[in-house]
């Protein structure tokens, strides 16, 4: 008894100070904490490093705390991470080059959907509005004439006895 007693409070005393412990174990600047920020993690998908808890994320953090300890500047510290796992890596990536093709290409894409519906507008609109309307109306008229005196021929045709 006495000793399940002692091992329920040793784990329940564990358990309070893990967070403690884990606090305790990364102390990170606050200037470390914006570039991890500025990090895509490898291993999770749309997490920052600084919001990751993956081991390969916490050895960032302190690869970065080092690199900030040792002098290095914030661009510095990019850099390496930049060399190490590609452009990939930053969450903002620099707006040039190809990556500035993915962020002007929407745009453009969207200009040349309006112009082509713009144009697209104006030429019906042209259509609907041109003085050929009325003879076009009686085209039709003409043509619907033509159609019904037709059928007209071949229902006698089909009526008449045949010789």
């Given at each position: 008894m006495k000793r399940s007693i002692l091992v329920s409070i040793l784990i329940v005393l564990?358990?309070?100070?893990?967070?403690?412990?884990?606090a305790a174990e990364e102390t990170?600047?606050?200037?470390a904490l914006e570039i991890a920020g500025s990090l895509n993690?490898?291993?999770?998908?749309?997490?920052?490093?600084r919001d990751s808890n993956s081991q390969l994320s916490q050895d960032m953090r302190a690869?970065?705390?080092?690199?900030?300890d040792e002098g290095k500047t914030?661009?510095?510290?990019l850099d390496y991470f930049v060399e190490r796992y590609g452009i990939g890596i930053l969450r903002e990536p620099p707006k040039e080059g190809f990556v500035l093709t993915l962020w002007w290409g929407?745009?453009?894409?969207?200009?040349?959907?309006?112009?082509?519906?713009?144009?697209?507008?104006?030429?019906?609109?042209?259509?609907?509005?041109?003085?050929?309307?009325?003879?076009?109306?009686?085209?039709d008229a003409d043509d619907l004439r033509a159609y019904e005196e037709r059928l007209r021929r071949e229902l006698d045709r089909m009526d008449a006895p045949a010789p």
């Open positions: 564990g358990l309070l100070l893990m967070p403690t412990l884990a990170l600047s606050p200037e993690c490898p291993v999770c998908e749309g997490l920052s490093v690869q970065i705390q080092r690199m900030l914030r661009q510095e510290v929407p745009v453009i894409g969207l200009a040349v959907g309006v112009l082509v519906l713009a144009t697209f507008m104006v030429q019906r609109r042209a259509r609907r509005e041109r003085p050929d309307r009325e003879s076009s109306a009686s085209d």
